[in-house]
């Protein structure tokens, strides 16, 4: 483009607002905008209450609001007035864990459903869907022993080898007065703990909970009588959410009137400025352009001193932390995991192949090329089939 002619526009092309005014300007946007959009009324991926999808859990909430339960939907932890809460995914930080314990405590009962939770037992091992146990015996006796169930919801009247809970599940280990079902007197499916005056009810995954399976078999009269006993019983159903434990304010409620004000002022002036800078008059003016750089050279750049280094193993790290990531955001799994609860999560929400997983996510060496093409090639399939699911 070539320069103006001198003189040519020079008064309304040279202008200039003040160089704070813009980025004060996007600041205030951003801000409002975050004001108005509000809190998120609900999301689909696993285990979300408000899902209708395969994976989801609104189906649970609706047979227990048929069977005559107070079934609430929150992002915060039980009051005195909550009976039943149920963890379906573990993402508690630290305070928040030690709370809904002192709950416990007080004489509520916890039903959770992740085995990565630090509320459940230590796992002895798990079984196939399909409840063929050694025994030939259905879920009942997957484990092999002699079945024994001594929690009073589950003993009567519910056939306890008709459950399939999508993809298995896993058998936690009986210890002290622990109460099992499905399962014989050392390692059972269903656990229930005294713990004060209340109980943790540990579920070796949450496959009986899901859209995609609680109507198959004896699913749901399992769920039922281990959450709602009994009709007008309050039961809370935690988001797959960090809980903020705060309440259901929207950050419109958390912004002082008066700064909302502000934000909208310069909403307004901001407005204004594009308005303002929007039509250029005058002749076009030429501009030095700065030298442009391939993002495709930079990457070239970075694979040539990786392939220098010969390191196989360093690539293969970088490979199996993106795959941790991609599992973590979405089945809701923790980042601080242990591999081994990465493993068994993932298997159990997405049936992907246990051991292909295992190798996957390391720490295993690499110690050439070849099997690093062979890593990221199974890297490459566990994300199809998970992004499928």
């Known amino acids: 483009m070539s320069a103006a002619p001198a003189g040519a526009g020079t008064g309304t092309a040279g202008r200039r607002a003040p160089g704070w005014l813009l980025p004060v300007g996007l600041v205030a946007v951003g801000l409002v905008a975050l004001a108005l959009i509000g809190r998120d009324e609900g999301g689909d991926g696993p285990l979300d209450p408000r899902s209708d999808g395969r994976l989801g859990t609104s189906a649970l909430v609706a047979v227990l609001d048929e069977l005559g339960a107070e079934v609430s939907v929150t992002d915060r932890l039980p009051d005195a007035d909550t009976d039943v809460f149920v963890l379906l995914a573990d993402l508690l930080d630290t305070g928040q864990a030690n709370a809904l314990s002192a709950w416990v405590d007080e004489g509520g009962t916890l039903v959770v459903t992740d085995p990565a939770s630090s509320f459940v037992p230590a796992t002895t091992g798990s079984f196939a869907a399909d409840g063929d146990g050694p025994s030939g015996s259905g879920l009942a006796g997957a484990v092999g022993g002699t079945p024994t169930c001594d929690v009073p919801p589950l003993q009567d009247g519910i056939d306890l080898d008709g459950i399939r809970p999508r993809n298995g599940g896993l058998l936690y280990a009986v210890l002290g007065d622990a109460r099992s079902c499905i399962g014989d007197a050392y390692e059972a499916y269903v656990l229930a703990t005294p713990q004060g005056a209340g109980d943790v009810v540990a579920i070796g995954g949450s496959g009986l909970f899901v859209n995609d399976t609680l109507d198959e078999g004896e699913n749901a009269p399992v769920v039922a009588a281990l959450v709602a006993p009994r009709p007008g019983i ?156």
């Open 234 to 389: 309050r039961v809370d159903v935690l988001e797959p959410i960090a809980p903020a434990g705060g309440g259901e304010r929207t950050l419109v409620d958390l912004i002082a009137p008066n700064v909302r004000a502000f934000l909208a002022q310069l909403l307004v002036a901001f407005a204004l400025f594009v308005l303002w800078r929007s039509r250029r008059l005058g002749a076009p003016v030429s501009e030095p352009q700065p030298v442009a750089v391939a993002g495709s050279e930079l990457v070239a750049a970075v694979g040539s001193l990786l392939d220098r280094t010969s390191s196989p193993q360093h690539a293969a790290d970088l490979l199996r932390a993106d795959l941790r990531r991609l599992l973590g955001d979405r089945l809701g799994i923790p980042a601080e995991a242990p591999p081994a609860a990465v493993v068994t999560v993932a298997h159990e929400r997405t049936g992907t192949d246990e051991a292909r997983l295992a190798w996957a996510l390391g720490p295993g060496p690499v110690e050439d090329d070849a099997q690093l093409v062979v890593l990221a090639h199974t890297i490459d399939r566990i994300r199809e089939e998970v992004l499928d699911r």
